[in-house]
């Protein structure tokens, strides 16, 4: 007969294609078709009838296990089978027998809930080894209501009266004898169970129970009474299932699982079903979830299973199922689904929070604060950079989820998975919803979202991965507190620390199986991308590594670089690219689905005729080289435009849809006649170190040359300059939690131009590449230094009322630097003058904020003047203003710090320029600090080093007589000396008290740099004023290796 998807009630899935023999073998009438599934179903699906009742089976793929794959197979059959309002999950697990439970192998385990259960629910533990503890991820929903009341009546008639499955089954066999070798009952002597601590022999080549009786001690059997004929058999258990991504061959969880929650059966797919497709579960048990697994048993276990849903099915009535809710009714969209799944995910996170605030000690908790790297509510979070992705649309990601290199890198214990696209194609959204959907449960996710500019540093990252594994794993702290105890705050400004720590974590066996995410790889910052690289990569080069349970998937643009840099892991780590719309066709059935969501919604909101609704949807279909991006833009335009709701109307607005991504961002500038207004506000954010909150937007675009203090300031409210901003900038400009940043990072490199734009904007405004990094700097260079300004206006200002302040403090200096780089502008300078002074109000107030929030070392501020404060910063233009007004260039701090040696270790060329064309003293002060020249080479600043050496730092002495290469020596700074060296450092040259570097270096037991300076001729012989050589102070110190390194030299 040919079917009607419509006609179809009864969902049922299967996992493995045994279970669908078993299945099919079991339906009173097979029915053709399907005659339609939806576009992006890869399901293969049997229709038939059981009892009155339409049923549409479907299987998991050839291959592919688990609780992700289940969820896929599900959604995809109620997309195609709308009608579907009971759904089955029938097939074969793993028993849990226990003294109160007698489960043996072809028995029936029926999913029914219980106090504080629904009947399944999800763990997690890694790979189940001996020993390995679990840790329960979630109870799940119930299944039916026509479900349990027909298991309810089930069972009651088969404790009235003997069940007949066995008989059913025989039948089955009877009519297709081929299936009796594989499915008909196993001989009861090969139901082995075995004791908990028996471990079947891992290099057996086979498995089942004829293997154990040739390898396993038949001494550690557990015996058990053959059932009397007045027993059932096979037995119908009813209670709790546990399901999880891993198969169960370890009897120690399985008895601690069984002991604790009551658990009768483990399988690997009912976890993905219970909160998408309700239903029940239902398992023949052949095996004992232990490692000795028996495969003889599957073929009976699957059949009794198909038999006791069969009954089941004949208990309903069809019209009770008629009268249950449709399955795709009760989720009721996707939206309200992902939410709740972030909801419960997120109070998940923050009950482990609360819990690690419980555990750890202040110290602790001190140290967890660290890695957030908040100092300030307004400080924008590594969550908010996940938050504010859109959510996918229905339906969209399933095809990523069946993809074979998803499915295989799910199933590794470990390993890495790369996914590139080009911009606009989803990956962020992507990567949000496994995070938030799919990947919560099968392990501890830590995530990271790069972002160019703002939050896109390998610092960043390292500490976010590890404020979540430790948020959600407190044990994991003690792998962080050697290295805080010795750096203290310090601690986050090492990107090696932190690699280090991060990689101990993850290989304690505390950690658990570890996912990491990072999303947006190609936005890292350039000059840490490779470093990054090496590190993943190092984590799987070698089996031996250590870091058996950790993953990384990644995302990234599709840049040949990023792709080969993970090509050598290939063999164990897969690639999925995710091509141009019009490459794939996955894809662009994907993109008709969000069409299709878009159009829904524009409909109801300018309320379209179907008639019309169909033609805006037919002619969008049509439309060549899409992306989400664009499909995001153009409904944007379309719910802007007031165009006729007729065919026609819809014909001409199509007409004029921009036909990429770059067409519709000109569009959406062009809309406003407010344009110089639109590039203030687009600059600021160009430059913005972070994003700014609608307050600061608020204030930044208040402020002009006529402002002198903030009660100058026409402020309006939040919520009317929040309107007021979307007039100016539309959608280009989005605004999540407050904070006003780009829609997409395709918004920023529209606009940005590597040439100043010219000086006069032409009438037609075209926005492409029209603004320079520098001109946006100073867009927001401006607002900062004359907020700050403000402080100097009054008397005993009070702070809280400077909403600007704690940005301006911070970020000013950035600004103002990257501003004057193509413009000294006199007015930019003289503003920055008036902060810059240590005796003015506005320095003592920006200052503590400035340096309260980098790890740096302050300025002292009792001895500081404004050319140091210049100096530090590299302010080259105000401090050339400072040497026009003879400002002390000689001057030093409390630590004996100079202007010179400030601006040399910023690497701040043009400052050190400045100062060495007036004459200063190339050479340090005292015996407490390094010669500039030292600080430069140390921090690897070349041209500022040529500099000094040009000038003859390399000689230079300080008040003891030490060159620049005394200091290094003596603190064992290896790689500096090598620098020096060969910048032609005299080995020889002697302090005051006739002592040269090699003395030092030998004092103070630092063997390396001993044997770098014997390596270049220093001489061994040499004898200071007392008469001791470098091998009298190496007796002396008593450092017998070093002492043997002299001798031999």
């Given at each position: 007969m040919s079917s009607q998807n419509t006609k179809y009630t009864v969902g049922w899935i299967c996992a493995i294609p045994t279970e669908l023999v078993a299945a099919r073998a079991f339906l009173d009438e097979n029915h053709e078709g399907p005659v339609y599934t939806g576009p992006n179903d890869a399901n293969s699906y049997t229709l038939g009838s059981i009892g009155g009742h339409n049923v549409v089976m479907a299987c998991l793929p050839h291959g592919e296990y688990g609780i992700a794959s289940a969820a896929s197979v599900a959604k995809d059959m109620l997309h195609s089978f709308p009608d579907i309002r009971i759904g089955l999950m029938v097939g074969i697990g793993g028993g849990a027998p226990s003294e109160r439970h007698d489960i043996r192998l072809g028995d029936i385990v029926v999913s029914t809930p219980g106090e504080n259960h629904g009947g399944v629910f999800q763990y997690d533990f890694g790979k189940t080894m001996q020993g390995r503890r679990f840790q329960t991820t979630g109870f799940l929903n119930k299944p039916p209501s026509s479900l349990l009341a027909a298991v309810t009546s089930l069972k009651v008639e088969y404790e009235l009266g003997d069940h007949e499955l066995d008989s059913a089954i025989s039948d089955i066999l009877?009519?297709?004898?081929?299936?009796?070798?594989?499915?008909?009952?196993?001989?009861?002597?090969t139901d082995r169970l075995y004791q908990k601590g028996s471990i079947h022999p891992s290099n057996s080549e086979a498995s089942g129970a004829a293997t154990c009786a040739e390898t396993c001690d038949i001494h550690q059997l557990i015996p058990r009474p053959e059932r009397l004929e007045e027993d059932d058999n096979p037995a119908i258990h009813y209670g709790l299932i546990a399901s999880a991504n891993q198969l169960m061959k370890d009897a120690s969880v399985r008895d601690e699982l069984s002991a604790e929650k009551n658990v009768l059966c483990f399988e690997m797919e009912a976890a993905g079903l219970m909160n998408s497709f309700p239903c029940l579960v239902i398992r023949g048990i052949c095996d004992y979830s232990d490692s000795h697994k028996n495969k003889e048993w599957q073929g009976y276990a699957a059949m009794a299973a198909a038999a006791y849903a069969k009954d089941l099915l004949r208990k309903i009535h069809p019209s009770r199922v008629e009268a249950e809710k449709k399955i795709s009714d009760v989720l009721s969209g996707l939206h309200e689904v992902a939410a709740e799944h972030r909801d419960i995910a997120q109070k998940q996170l923050e009950l482990q929070q609360d819990i690690a605030k419980q555990t750890l000690s202040d110290k602790q908790k001190t140290c967890l604060r660290l890695f957030r790297l908040t100092k300030s509510t307004e400080d924008t979070t590594y969550e908010w950079y996940k938050d504010r992705v859109e959510d996918r649309?229905?339906?969209?990601?399933?095809?990523?989820?069946?993809?074979h290199n998803f499915q295989e890198w799910l199933k590794q214990e470990s390993g890495l998975l790369l996914v590139t696209a080009d911009p606009g194609c989803g990956k962020s959204v992507l990567a949000k919803y496994l995070i938030d959907c799919e990947l919560p449960g099968l392990a501890t996710i830590c995530y990271f979202f790069f972002k160019d500019q703002d939050q896109n540093t390998v610092r960043q990252a390292?500490?976010?991965?590890?404020?979540?594994?430790?948020?959600?794993?407190?044990?994991?702290?003690?792998?962080?507190?050697?290295?805080?105890?010795?750096?203290g705050p310090d601690l986050t400004n090492s990107t090696s620390s932190l690699w280090n720590i991060l990689k101990d974590a993850v290989r304690d066996p505390e950690a658990g199986p570890v996912i990491v995410v990072l999303d947006a790889l190609d936005e890292c910052e350039a000059s840490e991308l490779e470093d990054l690289v090496r590190n993943v990569k190092g984590q799987f080069r070698s089996s031996e590594s250590g870091y058996g349970k950790l993953k990384y998937l990644l995302t990234s643009r599709a840049y040949e670089q990023i792709a080969s840099d993970f090509r050598a892991l290939s063999h164990t780590s897969p690639h999925i690219h995710i091509p141009g719309e019009e490459e794939s066709k996955k894809i662009s059935e994907e993109v008709n689905l969000v069409i299709r969501h878009r159009?829904?919604?524009?409909?109801?909101?300018?309320?379209?005729?179907?008639?019309?609704?169909?033609?805006l949807v037919e002619r969008l279909l049509k439309i060549q080289h899409r992306t989400y991006l664009w499909v995001y833009l153009v409904f944007d335009y379309l719910r802007a435009e007031d165009f006729k709701r007729t065919p026609k109307g819809v014909d001409s607005t199509i007409d004029t849809l921009p036909e990429n991504v770059n067409q519709a961002y000109e569009q959406i500038l062009n809309k406003s006649n407010r344009h110089s207004t639109v590039r203030k506000v687009l600059s600021i954010i160009l430059a913005a170190a972070r994003p700014l909150?609608?307050?600061?937007?608020?204030?930044?675009?208040?402020?002009?040359?006529t402002s002198e203090s903030i009660y100058d300031l026409d402020l309006e409210s939040n919520k009317d300059f929040k309107i007021r901003l979307r007039s100016w900038c539309g959608l280009f400009v989005s605004i999540y939690q407050s904070k006003v940043h780009f829609l997409h990072q395709t918004a920023r490199e529209f606009l940005l131009s590597n040439l100043s734009p010219p000086a006069t904007i032409p009438m037609e405004l075209h926005w492409h590449h029209s603004i320079s990094i520098h001109d946006a700097h100073r867009a927001l260079a401006e607002p900062c230094v004359r907020y700050l300004n403000f402080l100097n206006s009054e008397a005993s200002p009070d702070i809280n009322s400077y909403t600007f302040l704690d940005y301006s403090a911070e970020f000013w200096v950035l600004h103002l630097r990257e501003a004057l780089m193509s413009n000294e502008d006199p007015t930019l300078i003289s503003l920055a003058l008036g902060i810059s002074d240590p005796d003015l109000r506005a320095y003592s107030v920006w200052s503590k904020i400035y340096f309260d929030r980098k790890i740096t070392i302050p300025l002292p501020s009792r001895s500081s003047t404004a050319i140091l404060v210049a100096s530090y910063f590299g302010l080259s233009a105000v401090a050339k203003l400072l040497v026009d007004k003879d400002a002390g260039l000689e001057s030093t701090d409390e630590h004996g710090r100079t202007p010179l040696s400030y601006a040399a270790e910023g690497g701040y060329k043009e400052v050190v320029m400045l100062l060495l064309e007036n004459g200063v003293n190339i050479g340090s002060n005292n015996q407490y600090t390094h010669a500039p020249l030292t600080y430069a080479v140390v921090k690897g600043h070349e041209e500022v080093v040529k500099l000094l050496l040009d000038k003859g730092a390399m000689e230079s002495k300080n008040d003891i007589g030490w060159t620049p290469l005394f200091l290094p020596a003596k603190l064992g700074h290896e790689t500096v000396v090598k620098l020096l060296l060969d910048k032609g450092a005299n080995l020889e040259s002697k302090d005051i008290a006739g002592r040269t570097p090699l003395f030092w270096a030998a004092w103070n037991g630092k063997e390396a740099v001993v044997k770098l300076?014997?390596?270049?001729?220093?001489?061994?012989?040499?004898?200071?004023?007392?008469?001791?050589?470098?091998?009298?102070?190496f007796a002396w110190n008593g450092d017998k290796a070093a002492i043997k390194l002299l001798v031999e030299n």
């Open positions: 009877d009519k297709k004898p081929k299936l009796r070798k594989k499915y008909k009952q196993p001989d009861p002597c649309v229905e339906g969209t990601c399933e095809w990523f989820l069946r993809h390292l500490c976010a991965l590890l404020h979540q594994l430790i948020s959600q794993k407190p044990s994991l702290i003690q792998h962080a507190m050697k290295l805080f105890d010795k750096n159009v829904e919604r524009l409909a109801s909101e300018k309320e379209l005729s179907d008639r019309v609704k169909h033609h909150t609608l307050s600061e937007m608020n204030v930044a675009m208040s402020i002009d040359h300076l014997l390596e270049n001729g220093a001489d061994l012989e040499s004898k200071d004023d007392t008469g001791m050589t470098p091998l009298s102070w």
